[in-house]
């Protein structure tokens, strides 16, 4: 513990905090630093009582300051100064750019449907590509594309149909929809921000806003009656509480007989293809597939315009495993990483959040499996490196009325933004749920093997069945039956028996049913096997990224406005993502400068970077401010001294601050800069600074 505690002292004398970085946003670790003042301050108590040397009781003192001034200077740095993103500028310049706007504005736009604009395309794709790389390629899964279209009993038999939906009210004078659970929490946060709130009742309604995803729908309607709820346009009464199934109905083919639906998510492709993803691979496990798609969902009330939309992409993982057997071979490699953690406990009793490393996270039992672990530490390092701010992350587990039906535990990525924290990456243990509801509604073995170290041997009850008599019954469903038959648990098979010996057995295949009689099976009986492999159901872990909720997260954590003048907005975006990493600008009109401007723009093209030529009249700085807004980190400037002398400016887009190169250096340059293999420090230390023409 005192070496730990050591490492711990030396760690915040050397930094002066405690503090770790990941792509330039500092994530503050400050457990270690606690337990050394805790444990030191102990020590001073013990030798003190003790009565030892003035100058031993004095080093330990001094060592005592010493950890408290880095505990102190720890907790400065975590504390976030909020910057407060003034909306109206952000959303004008999204529309004035055109990053996205509403669809079929033209005709009024829909509710919860939005188009992207070219920058917000480019800036889409990026994130995609990094994604495919991060997930798909570095842990070599196996990508599938499935329909969107969804036969309805691929979604019942996935529960969809059943349990998909969420807590609506009516305004119950024009029938207006709302979400319940969104009513009620921006009613109680109006109630709070109000004076002449008594204490206790504060208390009592930050207690419900805490857990105001936990509660059933019963107890959703008792507290709009009992925080008197109205709706918020007519402050009219409210309906009573009811379930909207979310899924988007269709009818696929001419008759309309056989009904379908717009996928709610993309994981079911995945789902149904496990058989073939397993024998794609050999039928190594564990192993994991990927999907990337446009998903569906019927909001009640879409708001907060990319936050909530009714059609969305989604980039999902369903990663397949030995429900035995959860740990991750490159677990190694991230445990040590901290991550900033919401327990379900920690909102149940108020406390803050946990900011925690994977791997202690795992032994304190607040994460079960080191594939948790592991991806929740890989969706971080994809986010900030996105350009999600690690101070505004957090990792926050769902309550147990809050989980999916299909989820035995479930962490959200939230992102801290100006309408509060946003879910954008779920990451949820799905269990064995979807492969055994699959199995059951098809009668089809959706099982993985093991080989066992020693065989086994242990009791089994086996059918016999009358195959003409089967086949006779039930034609071209024969087959079927006699599968589902074989496939009926042990118990499920002496249950038929026993049945059978005085009546018929119902046997339940899917959304049908046969009854079965004594004369189509000819046998059932207990009788002993020897095992080689054991057989199970795999569990999956899923990872599932909304796509358009990261990218308005991206977009409106690195929305800045210039302190030189508050009308220049820009965006910090990364060079990974940005949607044109580079600009070319003449100086002026002159037509010397256009061979250099080409030859450029073509050379930057071929080593596969998308840059912008603005060769208008317009000022230098006024064209400059127009790269920035839409996120270009590097500018080149072809000038006089381009014609006399071959070199030309390179800008930085964050410092505004410029460097001289040679035209031949500069788009090797500019592709070490957006790769990150060089610094914009790196570049001013190898090439002169430029000072020549106001860039700010």
């Not at 909207?244 to 492709?269: C, D, H, V, W, Y």
């Not at 149940?348 to 304190?364: D, P, Q, R």
């Not at 496939?487 to 899917?510: C, N, R």
């Amino acid at each position: 513990m005192l070496r730990v505690l050591a490492r711990a002292v030396r760690q915040a004398q050397s930094l002066t905090t405690l503090v770790r970085y990941h792509s330039n946003h500092p994530i503050v670790v400050m457990d270690e630093l606690k337990a050394a003042v805790t444990e030191q301050a102990a020590l001073v108590r013990k030798l003190k009582e003790s009565g030892p040397s003035a100058d031993e009781l004095n080093k330990a003192v001094e060592e005592l300051k010493i950890r408290k001034v880095a505990l102190q200077n720890a907790e400065k740095a975590a504390t976030v100064v909020e910057a407060k993103v003034d909306r109206g500028k952000f959303e004008n310049l999204m529309k004035r750019r055109f990053f996205y706007g509403a669809s079929f504005s033209l005709y009024g736009g829909v509710a919860g449907l939005y188009d992207l604009g070219p920058a917000g395309c480019a800036l889409k794709a990026n994130m995609i590509n990094f994604w495919r790389n991060h997930f798909v390629v570095e842990e070599d899964m196996l990508e599938v594309e499935c329909t969107m279209l969804t036969p309805e009993s691929i979604l019942k038999a996935s529960g969809h149909v059943d349990r998909f939906s969420d807590i609506m009210v009516k305004d119950v004078k024009t029938g207006d929809c709302y979400r319940a659970d969104h009513l009620l929490e921006a009613h109680l946060e109006k109630l709070l921000e109000g004076k002449g709130v008594a204490e206790e009742k504060k208390e009592e309604m930050s207690a419900v806003l805490r857990q105001i995803d936990n509660f059933s729908l019963q107890e959703i309607g008792e507290f709009i009656k009992k925080y008197n709820c109205k709706a918020p346009t007519t402050n009219n009464d409210l309906s009573d509480p009811a379930e909207f199934n979310l899924m988007f109905g269709t009818s696929i083919g001419p008759t309309g007989l056989l009904k379908g639906f717009m996928r709610p998510e993309t994981a079911q492709g995945i789902f149904v293809n496990y058989k073939r993803l397993l024998e794609y691979n050999q039928d190594k496990m564990p192993f994991a597939g990927a999907q990337i798609g446009q998903s569906f969902r019927n909001e009640i009330s879409p708001r907060s315009g990319l936050l909530r939309v009714r059609e969305f992409c989604q980039a999902e993982i369903e990663h397949f495993m030995d429900p035995e057997d959860k740990s991750h071979a490159k677990f190694c490699e991230v445990k040590d990483t901290p991550v900033r953690m919401y327990s379900a406990a920690a909102q149940c009793s108020g406390a803050e959040v946990m900011c925690i490393t994977v791997g202690e996270a795992l032994e304190k039992r607040i994460i079960f499996s080191e594939t948790m672990g592991y991806f929740l530490a890989r969706i971080q390092q994809y986010l900030v490196s996105v350009g999600i701010p690690a101070d505004k992350l957090r990792f926050r587990q769902h309550m147990d009325k809050e989980m999916a039906h299909y989820a035995s535990d479930c962490w959200d990525a939230e992102c801290k933004t100006s309408y509060g924290w946003v879910e954008i990456v779920g990451c949820a243990d799905r269990s064995c749920f979807d492969l055994m509801a699959h199995a059951k509604a098809t009668s089809t073995k959706l099982v993985a093997q093991k080989k066992l170290d020693t065989p086994i041997t242990r009791e089994v009850v086996e059918v016999g069945v009358n195959k003409a008599a089967v086949g006779k019954a039930f034609k071209k469903e024969g087959g079927a039956v006699m599968t589902a038959i074989h496939a009926l648990s042990d118990e499920e098979k002496l249950k038929m028996k026993e049945q059978l010996a005085s009546d018929t057995y119902k046997l339940v295949v899917g959304d049908k049913s046969y009854e079965l009689t004594s004369a189509m099976v000819s046998s059932v009986g207990t009788v002993s096997k020897t095992e080689h492999v054991r057989e199970y159901v795999p569990s999956v872990l899923e990872p599932s990224f909304g796509i358009g909720r990261i990218l308005y997260c991206i977009l409106e954590c690195n929305f800045k406005v210039r302190e030189s003048d508050e009308k220049r907005t820009w965006l910090n975006l990364p060079p990974l993502i940005a949607p044109t990493k580079c600009s070319v600008l003449p100086l002026s009109t002159c037509p010397d400068f256009t061979p250099y401007v080409r030859q450029l723009s073509s050379d930057l093209r071929k080593l596969g970077i998308p840059n912008k030529v603005d060769d208008s009249s317009g000022a230098i700085g006024r064209r400059y401010a127009r790269t920035d807004e839409i996120g270009i980190p590097f500018g080149i400037t072809v000038d006089f001294d381009t014609v006399k002398l071959q070199t030309v400016t390179v800008r930085e887009r964050n410092t505004c601050s410029q460097i001289r190169v040679p035209v031949s250096a500069t788009p090797d340059l500019i592709n070490k800069l957006c790769s990150e293999e060089l610094s914009w420090q790196d570049a001013k230390q190898l090439y002169p600074e430029f000072l020549g023409q106001e860039t700010t």
